[in-house]
T-cell receptor
Framework: GQQLNQSPQSMFIQEGEDVSMNCTSSSIFNTWLWYKQEPGEGPVLLIALYKAGELTSNGRLTAQFGITRKDSFLNISASIPSDVGIYFCAGRWGAQKLVFGQGTRLTINP | ETGVTQTPRHLVMGMTNKKSLKCEQHLGHNAMYWYKQSAKKPLELMFVYNFKEQTENNSVPSRFSPECPNSSHLFLHLHTLQPEDSALYLC?????????????????FGAGTRLSVL
C-alpha cells in the first residue's frame, strides 16, 4: 500500500529559527495536505496543495508540492513559541483514502 | 473551532464496560471518519462512512462498533476493550469520499476523545 515517510521525526530549535520538514511517498499523489496538532486537540488543516510545483503560503508557513508528485515540503520562518506541536503531512491520489505521515514534533526553546 | 465536535473529551473505562463516543459535524459534509491515534504511530484510519453508508472498515476488531444515523452524526460503540485500545480517538468529516476534485476530500478533525482502558 501507499506509504509516507515524514522527516525529521522531531526538531528542537531556538525561537526565531526557520524550520523545514518534508514528506516522501512511494507513489504519486495529486493532493498534499499539511496539518498541525497541538496537545489535547485534533489536527487542524494548515495548507492544501493540488498541483505539482505549487507553492502556497499561510502567514509564516510555506508549503510546496514537489515536481515529482512524490514529495512535499513545509517551511516555517522565524519560529515563535506557539508553533510548538506535531505537524502531519497527508496525501492522496484521486478519490483514494488520505494517507498520513508519522508526524514531526516541533519543540521551541525561548 | 473546526465545526466537528466530539464528546466526551476524556473517558476512562474498565474492560467489561460498554461506552459510546459521539461525533457531530456542522459543516454540511457527507463523509465521516473514525481514526485511532496512539503514541509514536501514524494516524490509523478505522472506519469511513459516505452518505451514511459504511465504505471502509480497516480490519478493526468487532469490539469497536460504528454507527452513522445521518450525515451529521457518527458514533463509536465500545465494549470489552483491551488496555492496548487506550488512545486518542479522532473523528473527521469531509465533503464526500467520491469527490476527487479540489478540496473534496479535505478532512476536518474534532478535538478527539482520550480513552483509557483499565
Amino acid at each position: 500500500g501507499q506509504q509516507l515517510n515524514q522527516s525529521p521525526q522531531s526538531m528542537f530549535i531556538q525561537e526565531g529559527e526557520d524550520v523545514s520538514m518534508n514528506c516522501t511517498s512511494s507513489s504519486i499523489f495529486n493532493t498534499w495536505l499539511w496539518y498541525k496538532q497541538e496537545p489535547g486537540e485534533g489536527p487542524v488543516l494548515l495548507i492544501a496543495l493540488y498541483k505539482a510545483g505549487e507553492l502556497t503560503s499561510n502567514g509564516r508557513l510555506t508549503a510546496q508540492f514537489g515536481i515529482t508528485r512524490k514529495d512535499s515540503f513545509l517551511n516555517i520562518s522565524a519560529s515563535i513559541p506557539s508553533d510548538v506541536g506535531i505537524y502531519f503531512c497527508a496525501g492522496r491520489w484521486g478519490a483514494q483514502k488520505l494517507v498520513f505521515g508519522q508526524g514531526t514534533r516541533l519543540t521551541i526553546n525561548p | 473551532e473546526t465545526g466537528v465536535t466530539q464528546t466526551p473529551r476524556h473517558l476512562v473505562m474498565g474492560m467489561t464496560n460498554k461506552k459510546s463516543l459521539k461525533c457531530e459535524q456542522h459543516l454540511g459534509h457527507n463523509a465521516m471518519y473514525w481514526y485511532k491515534q496512539s503514541a509514536k504511530k501514524p494516524l490509523e484510519l478505522m472506519f469511513v462512512y459516505n452518505f451514511k453508508e459504511q465504505t471502509e472498515n480497516n480490519s478493526v476488531p468487532s469490539r469497536f462498533s460504528p454507527e452513522c444515523p445521518n450525515s451529521s452524526h457518527l458514533f463509536l460503540h465500545l465494549h470489552t476493550l483491551q488496555p492496548e485500545d487506550s488512545a486518542l480517538y479522532l473523528c473527521a468529516s469531509s465533503q464526500a469520499v467520491v469527490t476527487s476534485g479540489r478540496g473534496g476530500n479535505i478532512q476536518y478533525f474534532g478535538a478527539g476523545t482520550r480513552l483509557s482502558v483499565l
